[in-house]
């Protein structure tokens, strides 16, 4: 799958008519593949990629994730123990 162009960037006039003159240097009269294939590589060389940011949740949270899955840990222990001992 290709990544995606970051094209929030045409909202700045500069970048927009660099894509345009981009543009007018590739022929578009060509098949739909030359033409997604000339699409993408001019967006990609000019706009970019969309960059991902990822939330660092885990290590945020992590003292409260560690003491949430103890006391899960517990309570399974015990439910474990609690049906060993009925069956007996």
């Known amino acids: 799958m290709p990544k995606r162009i970051d094209v929030s960037k045409l909202t700045q006039d500069d970048i927009c008519k660099q894509f345009q003159a981009r543009l007018d240097q590739v022929n578009l009269e060509e098949s739909w593949d030359q033409f ?16 991902r940011k ?4 885990f290590d945020d949270n992590n003292l409260q994730i560690i003491e949430l ?10 439910v474990l123990n609690t049906s060993a001992a009925d069956k007996k």
């Open 36 to 51: 997604k294939n000339n699409m993408y590589t001019v967006g990609a060389e000019t706009l970019g990629f969309k960059q």
């Open 54 to 57: 990822h939330q660092d949740w």
């Open 69 to 78: 899955l103890d006391e899960k840990h517990r309570q399974h222990l015990l």
